[in-house]
C-alpha cells in the first residue's frame, strides 16, 4: 500500500511496510552507556551501524529499544496484560522516500483555521466534530495543538479525512516515532588535544576570552541526554530536563524540568560531549568549552533513539519559553540554541512552526539556532531540516583548517572544529569526538561570546557578525560553496566594532 499524506505542505510517498511493530513492555530497562576500556580504539556513528540501509539501521535501533517487528500476516505472539499502555500494542510501519521507518501513534498536530471558530464554535468542540481530544496546547503559533486520534480507522484513513477538511485545518500531520540520533562521526579517542582552541587553524579561543567567555548567556544543549553530574558540566547547569514517553510506544511525552541532585536523568555520550564543547567549565579537571562561563541548558529527548518531531518541537518550545511547557519552571528561557540531533528526512509543520518562533523570542530580537548538517558530501538542500530558512547550518573543518566531509551548498553558514576534537563524554570521562555535531555547539558557543558582549543585538545580527568575522580559506570562489562563509574565528567575532 502506498501513502501519500501532506506533510508541511508538500505531499510525500509513504509505503505500508510488510512488517508490523510491537511495543515494548512497560518494564523493558533504560539504556546505560557503555563504559569502554580506556585506551581502547573505539568506532561510534551517529548516522549508520556500518553499512546497514537506513530501513536495517532504523530497525535496530528500535530492537534495542524493546521493539518487535513481525511480518503483518503472521499470528501475534502472547502479550502480557497492559502491553504497551494505553495504546495499540502493535502497529502500523511505513517506509519514506529516504528509506526511513517511520512507526505510528495515536496522536497528530492539527492548525485550526481561524474561520472554523466562533464564540461558540470553540477549538475543542471544532476538534471533538472530528473525534479529536487535545493533549498539549502549543504555544509557537496560534490555534496549534496536539491532538489524540479518535479509534476504529487506520491512520492514513483518519489523516487523509483531515487533510481533506482545508475549511477547517491550516494542516494536519501524523506524529510518527521515527529514529532521532546525534550527528556523529567515527571518533578515535587516542588523537590529539584540544587543538579546537588553538590561533592557527581552530577557534583562537584563548584570544576571545580576553574580551568575552559567555557570562550571562544561556545556551540550550537539546540532545538524547547529558550527563549532567559530569566535572566540568555540573557548575554551569541551569534549568532545563527531560521528555519521557508517557507509556510504550507513546507519542507524548511527560516533562521533567532538572533539579540538582535529581535521581535520574537520561545519560548519552553524545549529548554530554555537545554540552561540553559549548560550554565546559574552565576548573583544572579536563578540557573546556569555547564559551566557558555560559549557562547551560540541556534538555534531553529520545533516550533510546527513538522518538517524533513533536517533542522535539516541545524541546525547543521549552528552550525559548520555559513555563509553556512546565507552569511551574522557574527556568529563565535560552539566549542560543544548538541540536545536532537528525530527524527522518522531512520535517514535520510542528517543527517548523517551533523553528520559526525563535525568531520573535529574546524580547523579540531572536534567538538563533544552530544545527549540524550531515557528514556526508551531499547537497545541504538535500536535508530537509538544515535547509529550513531559520536554521543556522554549521559544518566541519579539521587540524589544519580545510572542510572534511559535511554537507555543502549556498545553505552552508561556516565551518567549526570537528574532526578528533576533545571535550566530555560519559562516566566523568574525556575522549575525542568527530562529527558535525561538535562544530554546531563550538558555533553556539561563539555567538554566546557575541551575545555576552551585545545582548540587544538580534539573532540576525549575530549571525552577520559571525559570517563577517570568518576566516575564509585561500581557496576559489567557486569552493565557497563547501566552507560556506569560512572558518569561524571567535577573537575576531568578539573584537570591538570599528566605526
Avoid at 514535520?348 to 523579540?364: D, Q
Wanted: glycine share 10%.
Amino acid at each position: 500500500m502506498k501513502w501519500r499524506p501532506i506533510i508541511n505542505g508538500k505531499r510525500v510517498k509513504w509505503t505500508l511496510s510488510d512488517s508490523v511493530a510491537i511495543v515494548p513492555p512497560v518494564d523493558f530497562p533504560r539504556p546505560i552507556p557503555e563504559r569502554k576500556k580506556s585506551g581502547s580504539r573505539q568506532r561510534t556513528n551517529g548516522h549508520a551501524n556500518g553499512d546497514a540501509s537506513p530501513q536495517q539501521r532504523d530497525r535496530m535501533t528500535f530492537e534495542k529499544a524493546g521493539w518487535k517487528f513481525i511480518g503483518a500476516n503472521k499470528p501475534l505472539p502472547p502479550l502480557p496484560p497492559g502491553h504497551g499502555g494505553k495504546g495499540k500494542p502493535v502497529r502500523q510501519v511505513f517506509i519514506n522516500e529516504s528509506g526511513e521507518l517511520l512507526i505510528e501513534t495515536d496522536i497528530a498536530t492539527v492548525q485550526l483555521n481561524a474561520a472554523a471558530m466562533t464564540k461558540r464554535r470553540t477549538a475543542k468542540r471544532v476538534l471533538a466534530e472530528d473525534g479529536l481530544t487535545v493533549v498539549h496546547k502549543l504555544s509557537f503559533a496560534s490555534n496549534l495543538y496536539a491532538v489524540r486520534l479518535p479509534k476504529g480507522r487506520s491512520l492514513p484513513e483518519t489523516i487523509n479525512a483531515l487533510q481533506a477538511k482545508p475549511h477547517r485545518y491550516v494542516f494536519a500531520e501524523p506524529s510518527m516515532l521515527q529514529r532521532i540520533s546525534g550527528r556523529q562521526d567515527p571518533a578515535d579517542p587516542l588523537f590529539g588535544e584540544q587543538w579546537q582552541h588553538n590561533h592557527l587553524k581552530g577557534l583562537h579561543s584563548v584570544a576571545a576570552w580576553e574580551d568575552s567567555k559567555g557570562e550571562g548567556v544561556r545556551i540550550a544543549i537539546i540532545d538524547m541526554g547529558m550527563e549532567i553530574t559530569h566535572e566540568d558540566l555540573k557548575d554551569g547547569i541551569k534549568g532545563g530536563g527531560y521528555f519521557e514517553p508517557e507509556e510504550p510506544g507513546g507519542a507524548t511525552g511527560t516533562f521533567h524540568r532538572y533539579e540538582v541532585g535529581m535521581p535520574y536523568f537520561p545519560n548519552q555520550p553524545h549529548g554530554t560531549g555537545c554540552m561540553g564543547m559549548a560550554g565546559a567549565r574552565q576548573n583544572s579537571k579536563g578540557g573546556c568549552g569555547i564559551a566557558p562561563e555560559s549557562e547551560l541548558m540541556p534538555i534531553a529527548l529520545a533516550e533510546y533513539g527513538i522518538g517524533n518531531q513533536l517533542t522535539l518541537a516541545r524541546a525547543i518550545e521549552y528552550a525559548l519559553n520555559p513555563q509553556k511547557v512546565d507552569p511551574e519552571s522557574e527556568d529563565e528561557p535560552a539566549d542560543v540554541i544548538s541540536c545536532s540531533l537528525v530527524t527522518a528526512n522531512y520535517v514535520e509543520r510542528v517543527l517548523e512552526l517551533a523553528i520559526n518562533s525563535a525568531t520573535l523570542k529574546r524580547e523579540g530580537l531572536g534567538v538563533p539556532i544552530f544545527w549540524a548538517v550531515k557528514n556526508e558530501v551531499k547537497p545541504v538542500k538535500e536535508d530537509k531540516l538544515c535547509s529550513l530558512e531559520n536554521v543556522i547550518a554549521v559544518g566541519r573543518c579539521r587540524r589544519n583548517g580545510n572542510v572534511y566531509e559535511c554537507a555543502r551548498g549556498p545553505k552552508l553558514e561556516f565551518l567549526a572544529p570537528g574532526l578528533c576534537v576533545s571535550g566530555p563524554t560519559s562516566w566523568n570521562d574525556n575522549k575525542m569526538w568527530s562529527g558535525t555535531s561538535f562544530a554546531a555547539p563550538l558555533a553556539a558557543g561563539v555567538a554566546a561570546l557575541v551575545l555576552s558582549l551585545y545582548p540587544d543585538w538580534t539573532a540576525q545580527e549575530v549571525l552577520q557578525r559571525l559570517r563577517d568575522t570568518c576566516d575564509m580559506p585561500t581557496h576559489p570562489a567557486s569552493e565557497n560553496d563547501r566552507y560556506g562563509h569560512g572558518r569561524l574565528n571567535a577573537e575576531r567575532a568578539v573584537q570591538p566594532i570599528t566605526l
